[in-house]
């Protein structure tokens, strides 16, 4: 009797516990005119955020054991609009190949990771995510030593060159090395340190990645004027935060936050002057326009299932794209990095907010 | 299932008539409540079906969901040109190919760190296992050194430190360590071998290495890695079963006039072997799992290939059940044959 005793007690345990772990993805679909995701943050009273975490200029953590960074400051202005304090914020730090799991099954919010938008990211057939707009467009391009006479990618050919796997930078190489008729043989690594360890112990005559991220990378290096980026710009990189495609609604806040970045940008509005301006557009009725982005007035927050000052809460918090730039990766960083494509549309660059209206 | 001859008291107080209307009609229920043969069958038969309804329940759930956001198992990403590289592959391979002859790749790369790995862990953890009954003291301690400090440290960190801190480390060109048929240099370990022309040793041409067989440092690192860990296990296994052999044999052997390699090599190996090959079974599984960790140093594994292809096509399920399978085929086969082998070496009862 023993024996069968114990498998019946096993059998409907194990079962049990099988229906738990599905039950858990059963309640993932559909969706609402309401964000079930938005619900989820509110709910749970943080939001939370996938980032890199050891990539200087876009996230990494300070002397001071906080995070900083272009994409961190993404993430702070999201929490800041959705539950209305910056601090309400959790960070995942998540390597190339892990970060579409961890978006796609619900695990992190919203992923804000240096990530390229492609149309097999976006499709439904694909990965199934939701972009929001770029907020740094970028390029692949090639570090190697600056003595080891490596002046182009033709320089290359029969050496190893070091590249993180799961990433567009391992497919951009393959295909420019076919069309340049360049054997070479790549190297690929799970994470951004072990592919930077193998490059920096010589194992590899170059390492590739976004231009950013090299420029990033090269200042924690133990000589960082040993290298040098080729001139070669192997691919077109818009990166940008990312979330499923199965929330609409949480995917259009993600988008009009980042773009009320941008925009604040074009309207003067900074982290200093915020209250200031709200406080003037409440005053005069007749800056309609300013009323509206600062949610004075109308109900772009509520149709977007925000606060109506989402996006005083938002530049409050971390300020307009063009302060995160500069204190990140631009002249306020060891970064130095130029503006360039990454301008506002009125200076000759990409950035271009829809209106709010 | 025992079922006991006689019934216990409560039993007959359960099986007791009754007065009331409804145990007439209950009575043949009851009689079968009572018995005690039919009644774990029952029970057991409920609860199989409970679980069958639940896994089939789960499985539509599973499907509709699935079905819902549009990732419903489809194989036909794999006719799709792959797109990426590999660094090395037996196979002749170029980005232009499917993503299945890459699969397939990363599986023949796969199988060759663990057939070389078998290989050289079992001959290298035999030896150690049996210098640990060598007479001389200085080996027995170094033996033990060997096996506590390689079997207590993570296989990760191992293979990390293999590439990471000594073949990263070594020198390139002219200044390569230089051993006769052999070169062993940062950009991989060179290997005399049989070429063309004859014989040929490895050359240094316009300060890269050629040789007939080259093996890329991170082949190298996994497999020492590789090696050098299991072999500290294997090594326990060998000498827990010369230990399982009585000591009357060592004596009878030596009153022989035998010495100790021979006593080693014809009297207690052999008998070894029945207590050491099941042991053995789950050491080769283990190295066979420990090739997953490739992806840490760098080596194209079906692991790597995987993820990649993971990372291209989005088709999460699909990649990771050919993965489950590839590993737990590889696995099963390595099973087959050392129970096989298991039963060869058995005592045959005459």
């Given at each position: ?24 993805c ?29 990539l ?11 995070y ?62 939701s ?8 390029g ?134 915020v ?15 300013l ?63 829809p209106?709010?209206? | ?5 006689s ?120 030896l ?8 001389n ?32 480390a ?17 950009s ?91 042991g ?53 086969g ?11 070496v ?5």
């Amino acid at each position: 009797m023993k024996i069968t005793r114990r498998r019946l007690t096993t059998l409907p345990l194990a079962g049990a516990a099988a229906a738990l772990l599905l039950a858990g993805c059963a309640s993932e679909g559909g969706s609402g005119v309401q964000s079930e995701k938005l619900a989820m943050i509110s709910g749970r009273g943080k939001l939370i955020c996938g980032v890199d975490g050891k990539l200087p200029g876009f996230s990494f953590v300070g002397p001071d054991g906080t995070y900083r960074g272009l994409d961190v400051d993404v993430c702070r202005a999201l929490a800041a609009a959705v539950l209305g304090d910056a601090a309400k914020l959790e960070f995942r730090d998540l390597n190339s190949s892990e970060r579409f799991a961890a978006l796609s099954s619900g695990e992190i919010d919203v992923l804000s990771r240096n990530t390229t938008t492609t149309l097999s990211r976006d499709a439904s057939g694909g990965n199934g995510l939701s972009f929001a707009p770029t907020v740094f467009y970028d390029g692949q391009g090639v570090m190697a030593p600056v003595n080891s006479g490596v002046r182009s990618l033709k320089d290359l050919a029969g050496k190893p060159i070091c590249v993180e796997t799961g990433t567009t930078t391992e497919l951009n190489l393959a295909d420019r090395m076919r069309e340049l008729n360049v054997a070479y043989t790549p190297l690929k690594f799970q994470t951004g340190d072990q592919t930077y360890a193998a490059y920096l112990g010589g194992r590899c005559a170059a390492v590739t990645s976004d231009r950013s991220q090299l420029a990033g990378k090269r200042t924690n290096f133990p000589d960082p004027a040993a290298h040098a980026l080729l001139p070669d710009v192997l691919s077109k990189e818009p990166l940008a935060p990312a979330t499923v495609n199965a929330d609409p609604a949480w995917a259009d806040a993600v988008r009009w936050v980042t773009y009320a970045l941008m925009q604040a940008e074009e309207l003067g509005i900074t982290k200093a002057n915020v209250a200031e301006r709200v406080a003037a557009a409440r005053a005069n009725t007749n800056q309609a326009d300013l009323r509206r982005f600062l949610g004075v007035e109308g109900e772009f927050g509520k149709q977007l299932g925000l606060p109506a000052d989402f996006v005083v809460k938002a530049v409050a918090a971390v300020g307009n794209y063009g302060e995160i730039f500069e204190r990140n990766v631009g002249s306020g960083s060891p970064l130095k990095l130029e503006r360039g494509l990454n301008r506002q549309w009125s200076q000759g660059g990409l950035l271009y907010s829809p209106p709010f209206r | 299932m025992e079922v006991s001859p006689s019934p216990s008291d409560s039993d007959l107080a359960r099986t007791r008539p009754q007065p009331s209307w409804w145990s007439s009609m209950l009575s043949p229920l009851q009689s079968l409540s009572t018995n005690r043969r039919a009644l774990p069958w029952l029970v057991q038969g409920g609860v199989g079906l409970l679980l069958l309804l639940m896994i089939a329940f789960l499985l539509a759930n599973l499907v509709r969901n699935l079905s819902a956001t549009g990732l419903l198992l489809t194989w036909r990403w794999l006719g799709q040109p792959a797109g990426f590289d590999v660094s090395e592959s037996l196979l002749p391979f170029s980005p232009d190919l499917p993503y299945w002859r890459a699969l397939l790749v990363g599986l023949v790369n796969t199988l060759r760190a663990v057939i070389v790995g078998l290989i050289g862990s079992t001959l290298l953890g035999t030896l150690v296992g049996m210098a640990s009954f060598s007479s001389n003291a200085l080996l027995r301690r170094l033996v033990r050194l060997y096996v506590e400090i390689n079997r207590n440290i993570p296989l990760l960190l191992q293979l990390v430190f293999w590439y990471f801190v000594v073949f990263l480390a070594l020198p390139n060109g002219s200044a390569a360590l230089q051993l006769p048929g052999v070169v062993l240099a940062k950009s991989g370990l060179y290997l005399a071998g049989a070429a063309a022309h004859g014989w040929q040793l490895p050359t240094l041409v316009n300060g890269v290495w050629q040789a007939p067989l080259r093996l890329s440092v991170e082949f190298a690192a996994l497999l020492t890695g590789l090696i050098v860990h299991i072999s500290a296990f294997i090594a326990e296994v060998v000498r827990g079963g010369i230990a399982s052999v009585p000591r009357g044999q060592w004596e009878a052997a030596s009153s022989l006039g035998l010495h100790w390699w021979a006593t080693l090599r014809r009297i207690i190996l052999p008998q070894a072997l029945r207590v050491i090959v099941p042991g053995l079974n789950s050491q080769y599984i283990n190295l066979a799992k420990g090739t997953s960790l490739a992806v840490a140093v760098g080596y194209t594994d079906l692991y790597s290939v995987a993820e990649t292809t993971l990372n291209q096509t989005g088709r999460a399920i699909e990649v990771y059940l050919i993965l489950l399978s590839a590993y737990l085929i590889i696995d099963l086969g390595i099973s087959a044959v050392m129970n096989g082998l298991n039963r060869l070496v058995q005592l045959r009862e005459r």
